[in-house]
């Protein structure tokens, strides 16, 4: 690496650090003179939330600590009450877990059957498939491409579409889509997944920009390597990795503030190098040869 682009990448950081700092230090303000409860409140659907070290649960933690009631969705039934529980006990909230396959064409009445009558003020899809071991696009099944798709597009737009009306009458809300680093481009080894979280960002940039005079908000997240798969990560650099609550609060942060969060520096400057000091297909091979070291490829 030259000196002049290590010189580069240090003044990024420095200057990255100290506006996430800032930003940190920032009170969220009132939406509107509404407080964040009467935005997004008093009860938040959040998908995904069963695994005690996932972004799911971290949402969860986070709105329970502000008073906001939940619907927890997943489909590991056990993982999901334990979690319910956790909940009701540190934080007074009210919780129901709702064991479902979100891949189920049909899973939405099963939810509303649930939901009905309650007011939901956020909605977080957070759920997400990809199979443990990496295939490249060609040697995955078709099967599991589809499959994922169904968990990882169909299902967000279902919920989206029902909840979204919803919260549109009833004049108040916000939808926050759990997308990744990885659907800002196309990201090798991990490809039928880059393709879902690029469809799950557009899908979500787009609603943004559509519901902006609706009073419901819409944000985006788009987290780089995250702690919530035990060692899985171990053979990525450290210091990419970010731990779950900063990457929630940094996303709870933005909900009507922002439509699209990639929380932490490191991924602020990695987005800018991959966007502003390289082409796309450079940033594509940068990010192939990245996650071939991380997956001993
Ligand atoms: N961790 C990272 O480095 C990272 C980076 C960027 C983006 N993200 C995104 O962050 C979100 C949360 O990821 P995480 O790392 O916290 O993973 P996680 O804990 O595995 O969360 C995903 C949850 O969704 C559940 N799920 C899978 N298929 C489902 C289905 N058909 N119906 C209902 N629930 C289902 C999973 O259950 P099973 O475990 O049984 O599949 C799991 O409990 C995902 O959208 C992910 O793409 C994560």
């Known amino acids: 690496m030259g000196k002049q682009f290590k010189s580069l990448v240090l003044a990024g950081t420095a200057v990255t ?6 930003k940190q230090l920032q009170e969220q303000p009132e939406r509107d003179g509404r407080s964040f409860l009467q935005q997004y409140g008093p009860w938040a659907i959040v998908t995904g939330a069963a695994r005690a070290e996932g972004l799911g649960y971290g949402f969860a933690r986070q709105l329970a600590g502000r008073h906001i009631n939940l619907v927890l969705v997943d489909i ?15 934080y007074l909230v009210h ?35 990809t199979p443990q071991e990496t295939p490249t696009i060609l040697e995955m099944d078709l099967a599991t491409h589809h499959t994922m798709i169904d968990i990882n597009a169909r299902a967000y737009t279902t919920l989206v579409h029902a909840y979204g009306r919803q919260m549109v009458a009833q004049g ?30 557009m899908l979500g940039e787009s609603l943004w920009y559509e519901l902006r005079q609706s009073n419901v908000d819409v944000l985006v997240l788009a987290p780089g390597l995250t702690r919530t798969q035990g060692d ?24 009507g503030q922002q439509h699209l969060v ?12 991959t966007t502003h000091l390289m082409s796309r297909q450079k940033a594509i091979v940068t990010t192939g040869d990245l996650m071939a070291q991380g997956l001993n490829k």
């Open 172 to 201: 108040h809300g916000g939808i926050l889509l759990v997308s990744s680093q990885g659907g800002l481009h196309g990201t090798p080894f991990t490809g039928a997944y880059s393709a879902n979280k690029a469809f799950q960002l």
């Open 95 to 129: 919780v129901k877990p709702v064991v479902l396959d979100l891949g189920r064409p049909d899973f939405l009445p099963e939810l509303t059957a649930v939901t009905d009558g309650l007011e939901i003020g956020l909605l977080v899809c957070n759920h997400m498939f």
């Open 17 to 22: 650090a100290g506006i996430y700092l800032w």
């Open 76 to 90: 590991l039934a056990e993982e999901l009450e334990a979690r319910a529980q956790e909940l009701r006990d540190k």
């Open 262 to 273: 990639i929380p932490g520096p490191v991924n602020k400057l990695f987005h800018f190098a």
């Open 232 to 255: 899985a990560l171990d053979d990525y650099p450290p210091f990419m990795l970010m731990d779950v609550a900063p990457v929630v609060q940094e996303a709870l942060a933005g909900l």
